[in-house]
């Protein structure tokens, strides 16, 4: 069957067709009319990825940072807490039909989990790219689809408020516990470090070690200058009592009694000489002479014991006093040694109380934190537009059903006049003639009518017979 076929049997049964196409638009129409009607609520909350309340606030954040925060709290909207928490405030598992309804059901658990399941099959929630969120609940109801949206918007806004606070309250109590043993460690390390400067006579400002060095570098001189003075007066009193003569000591040679007793001795033994010349060694002025040459000698040989003898009384308080510096050097090397042990256990110390105070410090920040933000009394979230109770439902639509209806009737009578007129095929044009009795075709029957008369219809044109 062509195109034109289909048309012409259209044509033939009109009727028919449009007898399906009002029958199938008034079936929508009653359909539309008994279908239940479902109304849409729609909440718009506003999410703002900053906290004004928050101390640590988050400095900028990528796009996809953003869209992650923003898929995080359309999945806090779509859970199980936010959805028992709209059941707790409507109180709705106190209504007795959807008590009936869970008993009917036989599901297991609570009722409140499973009217919050009912909720969430009909909630859905949009975001774009902005910062908005909307909550879409329907319902058969308009003012139930409203009051739900609204719950839905409000239980949120209180959880985000609780998943805030809560933690930060756990967290607070915790770094609270934690300050506890942070402040004895502390105090500890500030005992600690006080009893030991105390014992060592440590400060923390003083310069007794720069005193007690320089006292040391004192010492030490002084042991030097002891050790090389000892050691000449040794090597003096040596040369002293070794076989070189004692008249070449620097002592003697320098001291104007042992000058003095030499010239007299010099004179003496000069006059002694001059008078063994002259008088024998029995006369009185030689035995007078010899005997004051021998007082000069002893005379002469005491004094040089005597300096000697000082000398050896000088070397020995040298070496005295060379021990004594050794003893007060190596006191005073023992004194700075013990001095820097004891800076360096008190470094020590004081690294301890160091890290103890920082450790304090940094735990007392982030309890002050979260003790500050534990009292939160806002969220970032904020509803933006209330749902009202819708004045249209959103199912069944009216138009569109009739659309619908109008486009299957037509469907339906298209196959209708096609079927039929496959079923009962009947001549509706000189092609159906052709192909049904395969002859040539002569001519065509018109019906008559007075213009297709030669002379327009006027029946004086036509000639007489003959």
Not at 3 to 24: D, K, P, S, V, Y
Not at 57 to 75: E, F, N, V
Not at 341 to 353: G, H, I, K, P, Y
Request: no cysteine; hydrophobic share 40%; net charge neutral.
């Amino acid at each position: 069957m062509s195109f034109h076929q289909f048309l012409l049997a259209l044509r033939g049964r009109l009727g028919i067709f449009f007898a399906l196409l009002a029958a199938t638009v008034v079936a929508a129409f009653l359909v539309t009319l008994v279908m239940p009607k479902t109304y849409e609520a729609i909440t718009s909350v506003l999410v703002d990825v900053k906290d004004e309340q928050m101390i640590n606030q988050p400095i900028g954040g990528s796009p996809r940072a953003q869209l992650g925060y923003m898929q995080t709290q359309i999945d806090i909207i779509q859970s199980q807490r936010v959805a028992r928490k709209v059941v707790e405030d409507l109180k709705l598992a106190e209504d007795p039909g959807v008590q009936a309804a869970f008993q009917r059901s036989g599901a297991h658990g609570s009722i409140e989990d499973w009217v919050a399941g009912g909720l969430l099959y009909d909630l859905k929630v949009d975001s774009s790219q902005s910062s908005v969120i909307q909550l879409r609940y329907k319902a058969n109801n308009s003012r139930f689809a409203a009051d739900v949206a609204n719950a839905f918007a409000k239980a949120y806004v209180d959880t985000t408020l609780k998943l805030r606070v809560e933690p930060t309250k756990e967290a607070a109590a915790w770094f609270d516990e934690q300050l506890k043993g942070l402040r004895k460690s502390l105090e500890e390390s500030q005992a600690k470090l006080a009893a030991f400067q105390r014992e060592k006579g440590i400060l923390a400002t003083d310069e007794r070690m720069d005193v007690e060095q320089t006292r040391l570098a004192e010492l030490s001189s002084q042991a030097l200058q002891a050790t090389a003075t000892s050691y000449d007066s040794a090597s003096r009193l040596g040369q002293a009592r070794s076989s070189t003569p004692t008249e070449n000591l620097p002592e003697v040679l320098n001291n104007p009694l042992i000058q003095t007793l030499k010239g007299e001795l010099l004179r003496a033994e000069a006059k002694l000489q001059e008078l063994s010349t002259r008088l024998g060694p029995n006369h009185p002025n030689y035995q007078q002479a010899q005997s004051e040459v021998r007082a000069l000698r002893e005379k002469l040989s005491g004094e040089m014991h005597r300096i000697v003898g000082g000398v050896a009384s000088a070397t020995a308080q040298s070496r005295a006093r060379e021990a004594a510096l050794k003893a007060d050097l190596a006191a005073q090397r023992k004194r700075v040694e013990d001095l820097r042990d004891a800076r360096s256990q008190a470094t020590v110390l004081l690294r301890d109380l160091d890290t103890a105070q920082k450790a304090y410090d940094a735990a007392l920040g982030r309890y002050l934190v979260n003790k500050v933000e534990s009292g939160a009394r806002q969220t970032n979230v904020t509803v933006l537009n209330a749902a009202q109770e819708p004045n249209m439902p959103l199912r069944p639509r009216m138009p569109l059903n009739l659309m619908l209806g109008a486009f299957v009737g037509m469907l339906l009578g298209f196959a209708a006049v096609f079927f039929l007129e496959l079923l009962d095929r009947r001549v509706r044009s000189t092609t159906d003639i052709e192909i049904g009795v395969e002859a040539p075709l002569i001519g065509t029957l018109l019906p008559w009518h007075p213009s297709s008369l030669p002379g327009g219809g006027d029946t004086k044109a036509l000639p007489s017979p003959a």
